[in-house]
């Protein structure tokens, strides 16, 4: 099983649209979550933090569900500028430190 | 300033060469990452040193040779390039042990030919 797994996509959708990705981990003792964002031939960036109370910033909400190993991330009102590669991240203890340990990511593409 | 930094940006060279890639952040963070990232876009941790100390080596070649002068350098050589070793690396650095965001350099894309 893979440490971090998410559908690769694409998500297809409109302007406007809603859309939710999904993300299950497999290591119990990890203790931060994150999504990125990753643009063509760009780096990683940090879209938001994701707590287990849940949070929102602005069109995006994050959810984690630790019971059932599970990160979730909510695009409300779609803009063109969301497509992109949405990367899920867990950091499980190794070592001594913590992993950043990435999914393939979820291929967004948001069209007029 | 950008916080943390790699060079080259693009290297292209042939097989059985040895190259470096260099990174530096001035974040002054405690744990710097080399990430391969292939060409199905998955990004796989190689590395992860924290205080200049080795944490972390994934089943990596042994061609691959991190060294971290100091907190904020960790360097990449790589010995006997091959054509496998075409994908793009990033660095990125975080804050103490690693349990915050992680901040990644632009990512240096290797070609061997």
């Known amino acids: 099983r893979k440490e971090v797994e998410q559908d690769p996509g694409p998500f297809n959708v409109p302007e406007g649209a809603t859309v939710a990705f999904n993300c299950t981990y497999s290591?119990?003792?990890?203790?931060?979550f994150f999504w990125y964002r990753q643009d063509c031939r760009k780096e990683p960036k940090l879209l938001m933090s994701?707590?287990?109370s849940g949070n929102e910033d602005g069109r995006f909400t994050a959810q984690l569900n630790r019971a059932s190993q599970y990160i979730s991330l909510l695009i409300r009102d779609s803009k063109l500028s969301d497509s992109a590669t949405y990367l899920c991240v867990v950091n499980p203890l190794s070592g001594g430190s913590y992993i950043p340990t990435f999914g393939r990511g979820t291929s967004l593409i948001v069209h007029p | 300033d950008t916080a943390v930094s790699q060079t080259p940006k693009y290297l292209v060279t042939q097989m059985g060469n040895d190259k470096s890639i260099k990174c530096e952040q001035n974040l002054g963070h405690d744990t710097m990452y080399w990430y391969k990232q292939d060409s199905k876009k998955f990004l796989k941790i190689m590395f992860s040193y924290n205080n200049k100390e080795l944490i972390i080596n994934e089943t990596v070649p042994n061609r691959f040779s991190p060294k971290s002068p100091d907190k904020a350098h960790l360097n990449l050589h790589i010995n006997s390039l091959e054509l496998g070793d075409s994908a793009v690396y990033f660095c990125?650095?975080?804050?103490?042990?690693?349990?915050?965001?992680?901040?990644f350099g632009q990512g240096t894309r290797l070609t061997v030919v």
């Open positions: 290591n119990s003792a990890s203790q931060s």
């Open positions: 994701v707590y287990s």
């Open positions: 990125a650095s975080s804050q103490g042990t690693g349990a915050s965001e992680a901040f």
